[in-house]
């Protein structure tokens, strides 16, 4: 017999029950004895209702957490969430700096791959890192899962969101007061940019120009140091490239909107006394890496016995990149934010001039496209099914080669990885996390 039968028996007042003849007491009782089963029923079905509630997940619209809509970009994740007081705690705590003297750094793309590997290298020497990432489309999210639980482990907190989010920004700032920023979110790629310009515009500009307003407004402003890129010297034919040299050649949309990147940096330096350092990194590559750059699809392709094209210059030249390895590119980052000067102004107010630099941060030893074909072979004990064709017009340069002396003077910046050992690492982690891909090799 279910409870609720049990009831149907028992006096609606216990003990207090007297025998009672007249029909408008019997109604009486019979309409009383209705009410409390309907009393008990509800009971039960509101017990219910608050069981299943306890039982769900915290709802993304609750009155502590926001909801943001990115716009402009059609990879983008169409939404994402932040907010509450425990999402303030996991902010807090992720910042948190083993020491006074260690920094407190907000990096942006912290789920891509140089953001990642300076957030856990930061994180390693006792500085506080939160992670800021969108976690777009652009390559296979499940990489940049992947790096983020890495991060997770390491006590890295990557917060889901765009930087194009003002709100988003201000609260960051508002529960840390981060000494630095990391600004490592771009759309990235050369090519990419003649599929989805407007991608690049809503990134590497009109996001970084909202970062810096909000580093602008923070209390105290942060140094801020930079992704910027060895495309900016475009068409510039003196080598080795020095950051005197010329860079208003861009050869590509993307070039283009990093050099666009380094003025606004310049802008906000003068108006505001924001503290900025722009990096321009010449084809950094390595574990973890880029699915979209040369080294990692060629891989990938020559493992399954895919066709790869091997570009070369309009007269049967060589095509080449200074490659520059992750680790050391990373020593580089960590040596910019540590020689960066504090931000002078306050309020949104310059109180006396402050720091802007760019260097250089390359390999000075450029290797052609075949000889880093010829290098993954050999790792990789597969022959590549080439097709050469000439480099066609898509916003690639012929060759890249950094000048690093202004980088070593100023940041202790020494590269000591050539494509070799470094892509040996690569392949080695490639491997390890593609598991199968050496089996599925046409050889
Ligand atoms: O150093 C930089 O500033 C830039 O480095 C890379 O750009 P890129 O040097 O073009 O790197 P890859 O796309 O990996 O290309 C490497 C080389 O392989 C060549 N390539 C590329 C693709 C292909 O199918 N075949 C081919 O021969 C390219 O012409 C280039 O010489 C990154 O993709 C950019 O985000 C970064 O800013």
């Known amino acids: 017999m279910?409870?609720?039968?049990?009831?149907?028996?028992?006096?609606?007042?216990?003990?207090?029950?007297?025998?009672?003849?007249?029909?408008?007491?019997?109604?009486?009782?019979?309409?009383?004895?209705?009410l409390s089963k309907l009393t008990i029923f509800s009971t039960f079905v509101v017990a219910f209702l608050i069981f299943l509630f306890l039982l769900s997940p915290p709802s993304a619209t609750t009155p502590a957490t926001r909801r943001r809509t990115l716009g402009g970009n059609s990879f983008n994740s169409s939404a994402t969430s932040w907010g509450?007081?425990?999402?303030?705690?996991r902010?807090?705590?992720?910042?948190?700096?083993?020491?006074?003297?260690?920094?407190?750094v907000l990096i942006t793309g912290a789920a891509g791959f140089v953001g990642a590997h300076v957030s856990l290298a930061l994180k390693r020497r006792g500085d506080g890192v939160l992670g800021l990432d969108n976690f777009n489309r652009y390559y296979d999210p499940n990489l940049k899962r992947a790096r983020q639980r890495l991060l997770e482990r390491a006590g890295v907190f990557v917060v889901e969101g765009d930087i194009n989010d003002a709100a988003l920004l201000r609260k960051l700032f508002d529960v840390v007061p981060f000494t630095h920023v990391a600004h490592l979110a771009a759309q990235a790629g050369v090519r990419y940019a003649m599929q989805n310009p407007s991608s690049y515009v809503h990134s590497n500009v009109a996001g970084f120009v909202n970062l810096l307003e909000a580093c602008k407004t923070a209390n105290p402003q942060p140094a801020v140091v930079w992704a910027s890129s060895s495309s900016?010297?475009?068409?510039?034919?003196?080598?080795?490239?020095?950051?005197?040299?010329?860079?208003?050649?861009?050869?590509?949309?993307?070039?283009?909107?990093?050099?666009?990147?380094e003025e606004i940096a310049h802008s906000y330096n003068h108006i505001y006394g924001l503290s900025i350092t722009g990096l321009r990194f010449f084809t950094v590559y390595g574990p973890w890496g880029r699915p979209d750059m040369a080294y990692f699809f060629f891989t990938k392709d020559?493992?399954?016995?895919?066709?790869?094209?091997?570009?070369?210059?309009?007269?049967?030249?060589?095509?080449?990149?200074?490659?520059?390895?992750?680790?050391?590119?990373?020593?580089?980052?960590?040596?910019?934010?540590?020689?960066?000067?504090k931000s002078t102004?306050?309020?949104?107010?310059?109180?006396?001039?402050?720091?802007?630099?760019?260097?250089?941060?390359?390999?000075?030893?450029?290797?052609?496209?075949s000889e880093l074909v010829a290098i993954l072979e050999r790792l990789l004990k597969v022959k590549a099914k080439k097709k050469v064709v000439a480099m066609p017009r898509n916003g690639d340069v012929r060759f890249t080669h950094a000048n690093i002396s202004l980088a070593s003077k100023e940041l202790g910046y020494r590269p000591i990885t050539d494509l070799g050992t470094g892509l040996r690492k690569f392949v080695k982690w490639y491997l390890e996390f593609y598991p199968g891909s050496k089996k599925k090799s046409a050889w």
């Open 2 to 34: 279910s409870q609720l039968n049990l009831m149907d028996h028992a006096p609606s007042t216990p003990g207090k029950q007297k025998p009672e003849k007249s029909p408008y007491i019997n109604h009486r009782m019979r309409l009383h004895s209705s």
């Open 232 to 261: 900016v010297y475009g068409l510039n034919s003196k080598v080795p490239f020095s950051e005197k040299d010329r860079t208003d050649q861009p050869a590509s949309l993307y070039a283009a909107t990093k050099k666009a990147g």
């Open 84 to 89: 509450g007081s425990d999402w303030e705690k």
């Open 345 to 369: 102004g306050s309020g949104g107010k310059k109180k006396e001039p402050a720091q802007l630099r760019v260097f250089n941060l390359g390999n000075t030893s450029p290797v052609p496209v």
């Open 302 to 341: 020559i493992l399954k016995g895919k066709q790869i094209t091997v570009f070369e210059a309009p007269d049967g030249g060589t095509v080449a990149r200074d490659f520059t390895y992750i680790d050391d590119v990373v020593k580089g980052f960590l040596g910019a934010l540590d020689t960066a000067k």
């Open 91 to 104: 902010v807090s705590r992720s910042a948190r700096r083993a020491s006074p003297s260690s920094l407190a």
